[in-house]
């Protein structure tokens, strides 16, 4: 564990927090994509499936046990709360997210670590991870106005994995043998996603604007 590494999972989870104050309190899911939402909530089954296994620490344990949680109370909100799902924008949200799925487990099955169920499945949940936003991107653009909690949303899951490239570099100079290229260029795939993203957020904080991204 070292500053950058908690500072990426204190921001992964205030992205959540977010997400949920808006689900849970305002009763909406406007401009939050179910197509991402089912990604991710597969990425942490897929990913932490170890936790029946292995025991690494109370942290590491709990950890897992929020991204589960939440990621699949944020679907259930989504598609049967009756309330929030009259706000869903399905019309807008019709990115073919299923198709990004068989690919990255291909993908897997061809370049991993280690060939074993788990690592399989871990390195699945990476590839898929790296493309999970991409249905919440595109239904940004299509609806182009965008409410601060899902800018916040966004921008706190991009800075999340910022956090963790910074690890990365940290713990390469200051850990021998760590060399992760799976884990590393799916995470700079997955960061460059939100390149674009990033310059209209700060280009609207600069001139004091509602976010907006170009059709």
Known sequence: MNIFRLAGDMTHLASVLVLLLKIHTIKSCAGVSLKTQELYAIVFAMRYLDILTSFYSIYNTLMKLIFLGSSFSIVW????????HRTYDRDQDTFRHWFLVLPCLLLALIIHEKFTFLEVLWTF????????????LVLLQRTRNIDNLTGQYIFLLGGYRGFYILNWIYRYFTEPHYVHWI???????????????????????KNNKKLQLPA
């Open 125 to 136: 949940s990476l590839y898929l991870e790296a493309v999970a936003i991409l249905p919440q």
């Open 183 to 205: 884990t590393w260029i799916s995470g700079v795939v997955q960061t460059l996603l939100y390149a674009d993203f990033f310059y209209y957020y700060f280009q609207s904080w």
């Open 77 to 84: 909100y989504m598609k049967y709360h009756k309330a929030v």
